[in-house]
């Protein structure tokens, strides 16, 4: 194994956080010697016990959906009901052990002989009652049924019945599918779904036993609606704050109502909505988490313009921040996600799988999905088998799979008004500027191996942020001055923060600030307007020996580094460790030199303040790391992170790899679950191999009182010998091939060292 050093020297990217093992057994077994304030480097980090467990709670009681371990879905075509053999779709979800499946009521067009006006019988319906059969024969198997609608879309007789339920353009005319052009827009603004999805939904209740009410294509996913109707016009303009606010309101009064709907006929119905789009959804989290009873992450492959592995354990980590323990099931495409995209094809096993992982490693419930029966139950029947096997095997395992609360110490502030009204800086406006910057960090803290949580912006009371170490803020452009003074108290407290950019530089409302909301904190003063990139990107002077400080660890032989792509310019401060060399030409060569290479700007600003530690990048560091790769960008990251942290981890996972970890505190004790990404496929197409890794050497510090049973590893199905003393738990899982949880089943009230070998 490489040192940390020789492994930043070398420039290897292992994605280890790779340490001399001696020192991680020093800092392990003696952790009363704490990291020192200003040790002239990096120690070995310091494993940090896990808090007490929760208490013993009765996973019976609570609603009906937190039992859902699996769900399944046959998207129901406007054929199917001349087609699908409805015995054998049931017969296979249920062979799937599904708990509950979706069945399409819709909106779009009636799987039932609807009698409310202009719910258009599908043509293939003829008189049947296709719901009503899917829905027997779901419940005769034993699986509850979630009635699907799309309020989305309507045809032509209703526009002219109704020109008021059509989103327009800004010139009156109306806005249709572009697939499908005979079917118009609807507005949720309009009475459409004051009138229409209503009367859908007590039709539903009058005639059949549902479990509850789910509405497909409403609201729309990671992007606000932009219409021009009669009810629009009189609205704030689409995108900004104002609109965001009045699209919530909207948003969470139909929801609302759409769930008292729910319950007039059962009490332990309820509605619910697409709610994916990750750090980017379209409905605020912190609202929508109150209000919410199944969180369904529409989230359900990758595609070309997002082609990164982990989007869907990034969507579970954003349902962690915001459902303070309720359902979240993401739905996975076994069919062929991507652009184009074939809807009644599988896609790779290997990918279906991956996708299904993430779910369960970040702690949602797994969700099969594939559109049409065509010839009875598919003309590809290739993915059936792939999601029964899987489901099988998770039904194996379900008591590990439940979680508790995630075992971190990072907290990410996502900033969603920042991913969803933020243009980018005035020198870089394109639309995926805040998900490159997302991506940069998320990309940085895999490779550190970090345990990271997401924390939503309006959720930064003291009590949820106690439980980390530092708070991460990745260029969160809108902070409030509410928000601004919670960060403040979070480092008054002793919290560490690192922050970057435009951090804090606009309020709530997207007006710009004089100066950053949090300088007083950080220290730091903008000295003028964001500065692009027209050549050559500014360059990082390092000022200071290498030995003198922690974050230029694994440095040495440069004066530069990379700066990034953005800046906002600082005022000098005392002392710099790294100074910005202003960019320049970069083509031609021969004026490819700096024209000024000296100069006071500070690139990044540290700070110690009691307990807390604070750095501050002026530039966009993490989203040019992720769109260039460069590794001083990653390294200087990674160093600061760990020095803002005193490098304390509740758990350590030391092996070779790309590896997404979770760890969660689970009924039975702990799980910690390792995605394999080290696959020529992790940013682009889909998983077509499986590369299996070496072995990975897990620690973690239980808290005092606990006593280990045993260490199962969950796909493997084997159970592996574990060390404990000290409350310090050991343990070596041999190889990962795409997936392995490693389940920790634990006793409380008992304490003693014990090894099962
Ligand atoms: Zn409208």
Redesign the pocket.
């Known amino acids: 194994m490489l040192s940390r050093r020789k492994f930043l020297k070398t420039g290897l990217t292992t994605g280890a956080a790779a340490l001399p093992l001696a020192s991680v057994l020093d800092a392990a077994q003696q952790p009363e010697q704490h990291a020192a304030n200003s040790a002239p480097s990096i120690p070995a980090y310091q494993l940090v016990a896990m808090p007490a467990r929760l208490p013993h709670s009765d996973n019976a009681a609570g609603p009906w959906q937190n039992r859902v371990r699996r769900v399944g879905q046959t998207n129901m075509t406007e054929h199917d009901p001349a087609v699908m053999n409805v015995e054998e779709w049931a017969d296979y979800w249920h062979a799937c052990k599904a708990d509950v499946v979706f069945v399409s009521v819709t909106g779009i067009l009636a799987f039932y002989p609807s009698k409310v006006p202009f719910h258009k019988h599908g043509k293939f319906l003829n008189g049947r009652d296709f719901f009503g059969r899917c829905t027997a024969a779901a419940k005769m198997r034993g699986m509850r049924v979630v009635a699907r609608m799309s309020p989305d879309l309507n045809w032509p007789d209703a526009l002219a019945a109704h020109p008021e339920w ?3 353009h800004e010139d009156g005319s109306v806005q249709f599918s572009t697939e499908e052009p005979r079917l118009f827009k609807t ?4 009475t459409y779904m004051d009138d229409y999805v209503p009367a859908v939904m007590r039709e539903i209740n009058s005639l059949y036993g549902v479990d509850c009410f789910y509405t497909n294509g409403w609201p729309p996913i990671g992007m606000l ?1 932009e ?7 009189k609205l704030p303009a689409s995108g900004t704050p104002a609109y965001w606010r009045a699209f919530n309101d909207r948003v969470l009064s139909l929801w609302k109502r759409y769930d008292a709907i729910a319950k007039e006929k059962n009490a332990d119905s309820f509605f619910f909505a697409n709610s994916g789009g990750n750090v980017r959804a379209s409905v605020n989290l912190d609202q929508l988490g109150k209000t919410i009873a199944w969180f369904q992450a529409d989230n359900q492959g990758r595609t070309y313009d997002d082609p990164a592995v982990w989007g869907c354990s990034l969507q579970g980590r954003v349902c962690n921040a915001v459902l303070d323990g309720k359902f979240a099931a993401n739905v996975t495409a076994a069919y062929s996600t991507g652009t184009p995209g074939w809807r009644n094809l599988s896609k790779t096993p290997e990918e279906t799988r991956m996708w299904l992982s993430e779910t369960l490693a970040s702690g949602m419930a797994p969700y099969n999905h594939f559109v049409g029966a065509e010839k009875g139950f598919c003309e590809d029947r290739r993915w059936q088998k792939v999601g029964e096997d899987y489901f099988d095997w998770t039904a194996r395992h379900d008591a590990h799979f439940a979680v508790r609360r995630s075992v971190a110490n990072i907290g990410v502030v996502m900033g969603q008004s920042t991913q969803l009204l933020y243009p980018g800086p005035a020198t870089a406006r394109v639309r995926t500027y805040m998900r490159e910057t997302t991506h940069g960090l998320y990309d940085a803290l895999l490779r550190g191996r970090f345990a990271f949580d997401y924390v939503h912006e309006d959720r930064l009371e003291p009590e949820r942020l106690a439980k980390y170490r530092a708070l991460l803020l990745p260029n969160i452009a809108m902070l409030s001055d509410r928000q601004c003074q919670q960060l403040r108290a979070y480092v008054r407290s002793g919290g560490s923060v690192v922050a970057s950019f435009e951090t804090s530089l606009y309020d709530e409302d997207l007006k710009p600030r004089p100066d950053f909301g949090l300088a007083d904190v950080f220290g730091v003063s903008r000295a003028g307007d964001a500065i692009g990139t027209n050549g050559n990107p500014y360059y990082a002077r390092i000022e200071r020996p290498q030995s003198a400080h922690p974050i230029f660890e694994g440095f040495s032989d440069t004066n530069w580094l990379a700066g990034a792509q953005n800046r906002v310019p600082l005022k000098p401060v005392a002392d710099p460790l790294l100074t910005v060399v202003p960019g320049f030409v970069r083509y031609p060569p021969e004026l490819a030199y700096p024209p000024v290479s000296e100069t006071s700007e500070p690139a990044v600003v540290l700070r110690e303040a009691g307990a807390s530690r604070l750095a501050w990048f002026a530039g966009d560091v993490e989203r040019t790391y992720w769109l260039t790769g460069h590794t001083d960008l990653l390294h200087l990251i990674d160093n600061t992170i760990r020095w803002v942290m005193y490098d304390e981890r509740m758990v350590s996972v030391e092996g070779p790899g790309l590896i997404e970890m979770f760890c969660w505190e689970t009924r039975p004790g702990y799980a910690v679950h390792l995605l394999n990404y080290s696959n020529a496929n992790a940013f682009h197409g889909w998983m077509q191999s499986v590369e299996p890794l070496g072995p990975q050497r897990v620690r973690m510090k239980l808290p005092a009182g606990v006593h280990v049973q045993a260490v199962q590893l969950l796909r493997a199905e084997t159970s592996i010998p574990f060390k404990y003393g000290h409350q310090l738990l050991q343990f070596t899982i041999p190889s990962v091939a795409d997936y392995e949880v490693a389940a920790i089943t634990v006793v409380s009230g008992m304490s003693s060292a014990n090894t099962q070998t």
Not at 187 to 190: A, E, N, Q, R, T
């Open positions: 059509a989103m327009r507005c949720m603004f309009s609606p219409c021009f109707c009669a009810v629009c016009s």
